[in-house]
């Protein structure tokens, strides 16, 4: 959507709403960074608070008629949370996010929250972004327009011509878009978002971005020794895919690998799951859809990192092809797991991956799968875990922190492993179940060999079945992507 930085005086804005800041204080509702408001209004809406139950708590979103105040016929008030010198970052994408959600179905709109250095700008300028998506796809015409996102805004600021500023946009967009582009194709339909469909969809995501794009269908699997994958698979109708993409510009100053889980629906094959919930594992491939469009926005920003992307997608069905509990699968490189629980098969998928993205040597690599209901159970839904190498682990956390993104360190404990042990393969592909998360994470380390690495489970965040909240909508949420690109511009700033 068309997005303009503007340093023009916000009440002569001629938009369909103009967004302002609230915040909580000790005497009621405050107004923050709208001294540009006429006074009469301001007074009017800071009189009418109390009334009207506006607070300016975090999330609070309301709408009001201006009266020929401004030139805007409507005012829109986005809490920012308890009153503060100063907001951080996510505070205000937080807030800029829930205003434009709330403003599905209006064409333009400006927002003039706090932006008055580049930080603010950037983060006003992606919350806005974020807030405004819809996924319309399967709506009539009438009900997806009422649901369109805003189309158009302007950002008021008085950095508007600072290259600096502008160039903040330039990311926040590339970002949005990165993040946009994956929640689609988590909220696609399983009928529509199979195996095949995903790697058409992907190599028409990276056409004309510089990326090269391989596709290895079941022959390519099996003459590649991909057993995770393809016994994954197996049990349904739609062959599984590996998708290969890789972003590699000119004297990169590092190498990092991304591998995706992308169960497109995993209904758990043999072991299957209860039905209640079972709709919500459409979302089982949110970390392959994340990596794919992670590396695209790398790519977008010329980032000077070499990014592959491993996306692996399987369905995960029951039938009389799919794989059985007890079954002996040879991941790619050779080592062997007993499948003791047929709906433990991200992490099976994820192992070929890892084999084929440590064959190329990277300087690290970062795994991201919506990979265990025990991450739930530990950190909730909006809390990500993430485990591996001490120093990578650290520095997804420091990226999480700088993007908005909420990751949590957790350890991978020695005395789990014997739990792996199998009685007669290398590996059972579940431990005990206590601690399940971490005995997923410590499955994968086996796969990595001494490369440096971490796992992201995002099982909980990945899909929104509650109430949207903030730039979060119901349904897929994007998260990881922001966290991984702020990972690799952290090695890009290295060089």
């Given at each position: 959507?068309?997005?303009?930085?503007?340093?023009?005086?916000p009440?002569?804005?001629s938009?369909?709403?103009l967004?302002v800041?609230?915040?909580?204080a000790?005497?009621?509702m405050?107004?923050?960074g709208?001294?540009?408001?006429?006074?009469?209004?301001?007074n009017?809406l800071?009189?009418?608070?109390?009334?009207l139950?506006?607070?300016g708590?975090a999330?609070?979103?309301?709408?009001?008629?201006t009266?020929?105040?401004?030139?805007?016929?409507?005012?829109?008030l986005?809490?920012?949370?308890?009153?503060?010198?100063?907001?951080?970052?996510?505070?205000?994408?937080?807030?800029?996010?829930?205003?434009?959600?709330e403003l599905a179905g209006?064409?333009?709109?400006a927002i003039?929250?706090?932006?008055?250095d580049?930080a603010?700008?950037?983060a006003v300028t992606e919350?806005?972004?974020?807030g405004a998506?819809?996924?319309?796809?399967y709506?009539?015409?009438k009900?997806?327009a009422?649901?369109?996102p805003v189309?158009t805004?302007?950002i008021c600021?008085?950095?508007a011509?600072?290259?600096e500023?502008?160039?903040?946009?330039?990311?926040?967009?590339a970002?949005?878009?990165?993040?946009?582009?994956t929640?689609d194709?988590?909220?696609?339909?399983?009928?529509?978002l199979y195996p095949?469909?995903f790697?058409?969809l992907?190599?028409a995501?990276v056409?004309g971005?510089?990326?090269?794009?391989?596709?290895?269908?079941?022959?390519?699997?099996?003459?590649g020794?991909?057993g995770?994958?393809?016994?994954?698979?197996?049990?349904?109708a739609r062959?599984p895919?590996?998708v290969k993409?890789?972003?590699?510009?000119?004297?990169?100053?590092?190498?990092?690998?991304?591998?995706?889980?992308?169960?497109?629906?995993?209904?758990g094959?043999?072991?299957?799951?209860?039905?209640?919930?079972?709709e919500a594992?459409?979302?089982?491939?949110s970390?392959?859809?994340?990596?794919?469009h992670t590396?695209?926005?790398?790519?977008r920003?010329?980032?000077?990192v070499?990014?592959?992307?491993?996306?692996?997608?399987?369905?995960n069905m029951?039938s009389?092809t799919?794989?059985?509990?007890?079954?002996?699968?040879?991941?790619?490189?050779?080592k062997?797991?007993?499948?003791l629980?047929?709906?433990?098969e991200?992490?099976?998928?994820?192992?070929?991956?890892?084999?084929?993205?440590?064959e190329e040597?990277?300087?690290?690599?970062?795994?991201?799968?919506?990979?265990t209901g025990?991450?739930?159970?530990?950190?909730?839904?909006?809390?990500?875990?993430v485990m591996?190498?001490?120093a990578v682990?650290?520095?997804v956390?420091?990226?999480?922190?700088?993007?908005?993104?909420?990751f949590?360190?957790?350890p991978?404990?020695?005395?789990?492993?014997p739990?792996?042990?199998?009685?007669f393969?290398?590996?059972?592909?579940?431990?005990?179940?206590?601690?399940?998360?971490l005995?997923a994470?410590?499955f994968?380390?086996?796969f990595?060999?001494?490369?440096?690495?971490a796992?992201?489970d995002i099982?909980?965040p990945?899909?929104?079945e509650k109430?949207?909240?903030?730039?979060?909508p119901?349904?897929g949420?994007g998260?990881?992507?922001?966290?991984?690109?702020?990972?690799?511009?952290?090695?890009?700033?290295?060089k």
């Amino acid at each position: 959507m068309p997005l303009t930085l503007t340093s023009k005086d916000p009440a002569r804005i001629s938009a369909d709403a103009l967004i302002v800041a609230t915040a909580v204080a000790d005497d009621g509702m405050v107004l923050v960074g709208a001294d540009a408001l006429p006074a009469a209004l301001r007074n009017q809406l800071t009189r009418a608070a109390g009334t009207l139950g506006i607070t300016g708590a975090a999330d609070e979103v309301r709408k009001l008629p201006t009266g020929g105040e401004i030139a805007a016929p409507v005012i829109v008030l986005t809490g920012l949370g308890a009153r503060a010198e100063h907001y951080s970052p996510e505070t205000l994408r937080r807030a800029a996010g829930a205003a434009t959600r709330e403003l599905a179905g209006v064409s333009a709109v400006a927002i003039a929250l706090p932006a008055a250095d580049v930080a603010a700008v950037a983060a006003v300028t992606e919350g806005a972004l974020l807030g405004a998506y819809a996924f319309t796809r399967y709506r009539d015409a009438k009900t997806a327009a009422a649901h369109a996102p805003v189309a158009t805004i302007e950002i008021c600021t008085p950095l508007a011509r600072e290259s600096e500023a502008k160039g903040a946009v330039a990311r926040a967009e590339a970002i949005a878009a990165a993040v946009h582009g994956t929640r689609d194709l988590i909220n696609a339909a399983p009928n529509d978002l199979y195996p095949e469909a995903f790697a058409e969809l992907a190599k028409a995501s990276v056409k004309g971005t510089g990326i090269k794009i391989t596709v290895l269908d079941e022959k390519g699997l099996t003459a590649g020794a991909y057993g995770g994958i393809l016994a994954v698979g197996q049990g349904s109708a739609r062959g599984p895919r590996l998708v290969k993409v890789a972003y590699s510009p000119s004297r990169p100053t590092a190498k990092i690998a991304l591998v995706g889980k992308g169960i497109t629906f995993d209904s758990g094959g043999i072991s299957i799951k209860p039905a209640a919930g079972m709709e919500a594992m459409k979302s089982d491939m949110s970390g392959a859809a994340a990596v794919l469009h992670t590396v695209i926005a790398a790519a977008r920003l010329e980032l000077p990192v070499a990014v592959t992307g491993w996306l692996c997608i399987a369905e995960n069905m029951p039938s009389g092809t799919a794989q059985r509990p007890s079954d002996v699968i040879t991941i790619r490189g050779g080592k062997t797991v007993e499948v003791l629980n047929t709906d433990a098969e991200g992490r099976l998928v994820l192992a070929d991956g890892l084999v084929a993205a440590v064959e190329e040597k990277p300087d690290v690599v970062l795994d991201i799968a919506t990979l265990t209901g025990a991450q739930v159970v530990a950190l909730g839904n909006r809390v990500s875990a993430v485990m591996g190498t001490d120093a990578v682990r650290a520095d997804v956390v420091a990226a999480a922190e700088t993007s908005g993104e909420l990751f949590w360190p957790m350890p991978l404990p020695d005395d789990l492993r014997p739990g792996l042990n199998s009685k007669f393969a290398d590996l059972a592909n579940i431990g005990e179940r206590w601690g399940g998360m971490l005995s997923a994470g410590i499955f994968l380390r086996e796969f990595v060999g001494s490369t440096p690495w971490a796992h992201l489970d995002i099982a909980g965040p990945a899909y929104n079945e509650k109430a949207a909240h903030g730039y979060t909508p119901v349904g897929g949420t994007g998260v990881g992507v922001r966290t991984m690109l702020a990972v690799i511009e952290a090695r890009a700033a290295k060089k």
